[in-house]
């Protein structure tokens, strides 16, 4: 079973940059699906930002499109979320993601295995 760690979350003001990363225990199968989805408080949780190891497809959030990339190494280990022009509205646990399919970034059904979660909190 594939474990998934994320890590590089933090604090920043509004307009800064974070890079997110998700390490797999060993590697990434190639055609996986790997997301990366967000929940604040009291919201729902939301799907960011998806790809397909192995292909160049990329699926983004409407409210983040422009502003988040997200991307794989070559040795098929770590996904990356970089994000920039934060906003205080990205604030929330962002989680990594995995399953053989996610039909187009929309993940219906959802994955079934999933990351600790990383704190990711945009000040004003």
């Known amino acids: 079973v594939v474990q998934l760690v994320e890590s590089g979350g933090g604090s920043v003001q509004s307009g800064g940059s974070l890079r997110l990363s998700c390490a797999a225990s060993?590697?990434?199968?190639?055609?996986?699906?790997i997301g990366w989805f967000r929940q604040a408080p009291g919201k729902e949780r939301e799907g960011v930002a998806s790809?397909?190891?192995?292909?160049?497809?990329?699926f983004y959030a409407d409210s983040v499109k422009g502003r988040f990339t997200i991307s794989q190494d070559n040795a098929k280990k770590n996904v990356f979320l970089q994000m920039t022009r934060l906003k205080p509205e990205d604030t929330g646990m962002y989680y990594c993601?995995?399953?053989?399919?996610?039909?187009?970034?929309?993940?219906?059904?959802?994955?079934?295995?999933w990351g600790q979660g990383t704190q990711v909190t945009v000040s004003s």
């Open positions: 790809l397909y190891i192995g292909s160049t497809g990329r």
């Open positions: 993601a995995a399953d053989w399919n996610c039909y187009g970034g929309s993940w219906t059904p959802p994955p079934n295995y």
């Open positions: 060993e590697y990434f199968y190639n055609e996986w699906c």
